[in-house]
């Protein structure tokens, strides 16, 4: 050891200085030499801000700022030692310029507490609609005790552009809503079965063999570490779940699911064992908990209580990451392992746990909850208002459905309510399982409010948000409304978004049983979350479905949110197939399946390379209706055959035909008009997208620029050729084979290409 060294080194780290740390939004000028002639090199904990070269990329506004440690790597001689430095990186400063604010109208009973919106629908100069905060002069939550009109003033939060919000106090509030009643009900999942032979089935079939294969105790390692339990020498979680990763636990709420879905979908009686012990070591860690003397009653995760200590102060990501999000993760596997599986003891946990949710929130007020949910990914809370909500529906306790309204998010909902699409800027999957949600709440307490305000999402998301595939968002965020062409990347289409769009549209369905869900439906279903799933049986799932020109699938096994909700996903093809409502079945997706009905076996049989092409059994006596969705792709005519007699059945309002029959051992044969569609992007209408009937195309190409294609509108059934018995289509004009997205794995594919 050369002293003389390590002393060049030690006067050079204590000569450097490098600015204010504290407070940064500069590039940082890093030397390569010390005072004294030491060499110095640098690293950075994250490079997304912070570079190695000092160059730093400040958050946008609402971001938060971050904490990065850049360390200094001295030398001299033989010597060498290392000095770390905390760097805080701050967010960019609102820079927004208004053209216009929407007005704010509140009515108020004279005398009661109303909470005002705490935000604003702002226009931009950039022509952008959000939603933005506000700061009220007098609070969020007032009282006006005269009758009449009142203006109240604050300011667009971080600024000093004023806002006025008009204030109608009145005598009494009257409450007159129109229900929405629920027209059509699901099937129980194990009266739904996937029929072999299809990729559907091999889907299920796959992720079935992931599961049998999942280590449980693994699974509750973090669990059993946080309650004070034996982790059992089981291995640790990885990824997302590392035992010091903060969003640890949300995977395991998510095998809860898949393991109650799997076992309601396949029967497997392994799969149901394997969901008992892990109930049963989950109440044991509940137990644990209550006993440590450092965590509420009824308290369950992965850790302590910490993190929601943390959020109530509100502290930023990634100093605490989302811990309501993954309390969502746990109560949705534990209702779902109630609700599928019959294990009681699910019950009892969530139900516990309902009551520390309650007991945590009712004491905080709205403006503490109001910027809590509004935290940038801390305060993300997945869909804690559905899981509130659908234990309200068994507990029936009051508090369990209070407790699911103390999520109500004003910087999501205040727009719906108003009809106005001002979801861009907002991160997409933090946002849609909120709206399921909604639907929760309104299924439990029929407030008009929240029906309208899901329904209203759901049309702009589909009508103006989506991809070819049925995807939607880029880099996660929701952009403004049709910007779909100028976004084309490899971070478009979260899995998790479609995942959670497939829900809410099945809700909404059920109180208006129309053929546009399941035409949405259909699409995502078979484009983007069939092709979500490596073609092995690894469990690994897409995060991003890869759009721009020659992208590449890449398949994720580190427990992010898209791998866990990958895991439930191949277990819910059966939730949409068939409904049923009063004296009728309603047939709303084609593929190979059977379900039954009073005693009656309703069977379908879909060959995958003539999508078309339907057939339906009916196995038994009955006397209903069956509806068939007449689905967005057919062009032109549709045949229906009745026991090989051709039928002539209308479509109705709803976009079903229906056959109204006493039934007995009969044979539905129908063909559908197919043809092949181009469809283009709303902004870019020289960049389009190819469909074959419900199939979104992938052209199977290398290259890495935008394909220029000779097909046509008026020339696409003469250039495009399918393979004889095979889902491949070869263009003969530029020597293409095309296929179906959902049959690509780990080749390059265009989703997205320009005609000649």
Request: with cysteine; proline share 3%.
């Amino acid at each position: 050891m050369s002293k003389q060294d390590l002393s060049v080194i030690e006067q050079d780290i204590e000569a450097l200085y490098l600015g204010n740390l504290k407070t940064v939004e500069f590039d940082l000028d890093l030397p390569t030499s010390g005072a004294n002639g030491s060499s110095i090199t640098w690293s950075s904990s994250d490079e997304r801000y912070l570079e190695s070269n000092g160059k730093v990329h400040v958050l946008a506004y609402g971001k938060g700022k971050r904490d990065v440690i850049l360390t200094g790597h001295f030398s001299y001689g033989e010597e060498s030692l290392e000095k770390e430095y905390l760097v805080t990186v701050l967010e960019e400063a609102n820079k927004i310029k208004v053209e216009k604010i929407y007005p704010i109208d509140v009515d108020a009973q004279c005398g009661k507490m109303v909470n005002l919106p705490t935000v604003a629908i702002v226009v931009t100069d950039e022509h952008k609609t959000i939603s933005h905060s506000v700061k009220w002069d007098d609070g969020d939550t007032q009282c006006f005790d005269k009758l009449g009109d009142v203006e109240v003033h604050g300011v667009l939060l971080d600024t000093k552009i004023d806002v006025v919000a008009n204030i109608h106090v009145v005598e009494k509030i009257e409450n007159k809503q129109e229900i929405q009643e629920r027209v059509v009900e699901d099937f129980n999942k194990k009266d739904v079965d996937l029929l072999d032979g299809s990729a559907f089935k091999e889907a299920q079939d796959r992720m079935l063999e992931v599961l049998l294969a999942q280590d449980d105790d693994q699974m509750l390692y973090n669990f059993r570490a946080a309650s004070g339990l034996d982790t059992k020498d089981a291995p640790q979680m990885i990824g997302w779940d590392t035992p010091d990763s903060k969003l640890r636990g949300h995977t395991t709420g998510h095998y809860l699911s898949a393991l109650a879905l799997c076992y309601a979908a396949t029967g497997n009686e392994k799969i149901k064992e394997k969901a008992v012990y892990m109930i049963e070591e989950l109440a044991k860690c509940q137990e644990a908990f209550g006993k440590l003397g450092t965590c509420h009653k009824g308290f369950l995760s992965a850790y302590d209580e910490t993190q929601f200590d943390l959020l109530e102060k509100f502290t930023p990501y990634p100093e605490i990451w989302a811990p309501y999000y993954t309390l969502h993760k746990i109560m949705a596997g534990l209702l779902d392992c109630f609700e599928y599986v019959g294990i009681k003891e699910a019950y009892n946990i969530v139900d516990q746990l309902g009551d520390w949710v309650y007991a945590r929130l009712s004491r905080l007020d709205n403006k503490t909850l109001k910027k809590m949910w509004g935290t940038y990914i801390a305060g993300e809370f997945g869909g804690m208002n559905e899981s509130m909500a659908k234990l309200y529906q068994l507990s029936k306790k009051p508090e369990h459905l209070a407790a699911a309204k103390l999520f109500d998010n004003d910087r999501l909902f205040y727009p719906m309510i108003r009809k106005i699409d001002a979801i861009g800027g907002m991160h997409a999957n933090q946002h849609i399982p909120q709206v399921i949600g909604v639907m929760k709440i309104y299924e439990a307490g029929n407030d008009r409010k929240y029906y309208e305000i899901a329904k209203y999402f759901w049309n702009i998301v589909t009508k103006a948000h989506i991809y070819a595939i049925g995807g939607t968002g880029e880099t996660e965020m929701f952009h403004q409304p049709n910007r779909i062409g100028a976004l084309l990347s490899d971070n478009t289409a979260e899995s998790c978004a479609s995942y959670n769009m497939l829900k809410l549209t099945k809700e909404l369905f059920l109180y208006e049983p129309k053929a546009s869900y399941m035409d949405y439906y259909e699409r995502a279903m078979q484009n983007h979350i069939l092709s979500s799933l490596e073609k092995r049986p690894t469990g690994a799932s897409t995060y991003f479905m890869p759009l721009r020109p020659g992208g590449r699938k890449s398949f994720d096994v580190e427990n992010s949110c898209c791998h866990g909700t990958g895991l439930e996903n191949h277990f819910r093809y059966g939730d949409a197939i068939y409904h049923y409502g009063k004296d009728c079945v309603y047939v709303n997706l084609f593929l190979s399946s059977k379900v039954t009905y009073q005693g009656v076996e309703i069977i379908q049989h879909v060959d995958e390379t003539k999508p078309q092409d339907v057939h339906i059994e009916v196995n038994g006596k009955g006397d209903f209706a069956l509806k068939i969705r007449v689905p967005y792709w057919c062009h032109g005519e549709y045949q229906v055959n009745m026991n090989d007699k051709i039928e002539t059945v209308s479509m109705d309002k709803d976009g079903y035909i229906q056959i109204q029959k006493q039934w007995n051992n009969d044979h539905v044969h129908i063909v559908f008009g197919i043809s092949y569609e181009l469809e283009q992007t709303p902004d870019r209408p020289e960049i389009m997208s190819l469909r074959y009937g419900p199939y979104v195309l992938a052209a199977l190409s290398d290259e890495q620029d935008y394909l220029n294609l000779a097909l046509k509108k008026d020339n696409l059934s003469s250039v495009m050729k399918q393979k004889d018995h095979t889902c491949e289509f070869y263009d003969e004009a530029d020597g293409l084979t095309f296929v179906p997205i959902h049959t690509t794995d780990k080749q390059a594919y265009h989703v997205y290409f320009k005609l000649a």
